[in-house]
């Protein structure tokens, strides 16, 4: 089983295969999942500081927060037709 990775920003990597969503957090219930995630300390924030463009959603309800645009990590999903 080949694991592809997929880079969210500033050198940081997430597993393509866990992903569940990707979306933007400017709505009031992706900013609830935050809060939530950040409570139950399933929070990653991989921002380095920066404004949080992109919230991604895991398998294992993790939320990691990304400094980059969703539509910019979501190109990225693209699999390389030779394999």
């Known amino acids: 089983m080949d694991i592809q990775l997929i880079n969210i920003g500033f050198g940081n990597i997430v597993a393509a295969n866990r992903v569940i969503a990707i979306v ?8 609830r999942l935050i809060h939530d995630a950040k409570e139950k300390g399933q929070l990653i924030d991989s921002t380095y500081g920066r404004k949080t463009r992109s919230v991604i959603v895991t398998d294992s309800n993790h939320i990691i927060l990304s400094a980059i645009q969703p ?7 693209v699999v390389n037709p030779e394999k």
């Not at 933007?24 to 900013?31: F, G, L, N, T």
């Not at 539509?71 to 999903?77: N, P, Y």
């Open 71 to 77: 539509e910019t990590v979501a190109h990225r999903f």
């Open 24 to 31: 933007s957090p400017e709505s009031a219930p992706i900013k």
